[in-house]
């Protein structure tokens, strides 16, 4: 069964920095797009950035020049690299296949003013 587990959310200051972790199990990690989302209180969920197979990220204007989403085959793990953290990032944090999966826990990322 492939499962993709978040992990590395906490409570930062504003215009602070975190990285959150994707960690894969199964099979077919590589050659899947892989995204990140986020959804706050009251609002929906968003698509935050992905990455392609092939390695090409891409970002919600929101988070354009602030996160950068990464991967690492040989560790079936996706990273999102957060700074400048704004209070109005906080929201729980998902990563899912793009195409295909279920949602997770999530992990709670709240950016303090």
């Known amino acids: 069964q492939v499962q993709l587990v978040e992990s590395g959310g906490g409570l930062v200051q504003a215009g602070g920095s975190l990285r959150l972790s994707c960690a894969a199990s199964?099979?077919?990690?590589?050659?899947?797009?892989v995204g990140w989302y986020r959804q706050a209180p009251g609002n929906q969920r968003e698509l935050v950035a992905y990455?392609?197979?092939?390695?090409?990220?891409n970002y919600a204007d929101s988070v354009k020049g602030r996160f950068t989403i990464s991967r690492d085959n040989a560790k079936n793990t996706v990273y999102l690299q957060m700074n400048s953290l704004k209070p109005e990032d906080t929201a729980v944090y998902y990563c899912?296949?793009?195409?295909?999966?279920?949602w997770g826990q999530g992990t709670q990322v709240t950016v303090s003013s």
């Open positions: 199964g099979s077919g990690f590589s050659i899947n797009a």
């Open positions: 990455i392609t197979s092939g390695d090409v990220p």
């Open positions: 899912k296949y793009l195409k295909f999966g279920s």
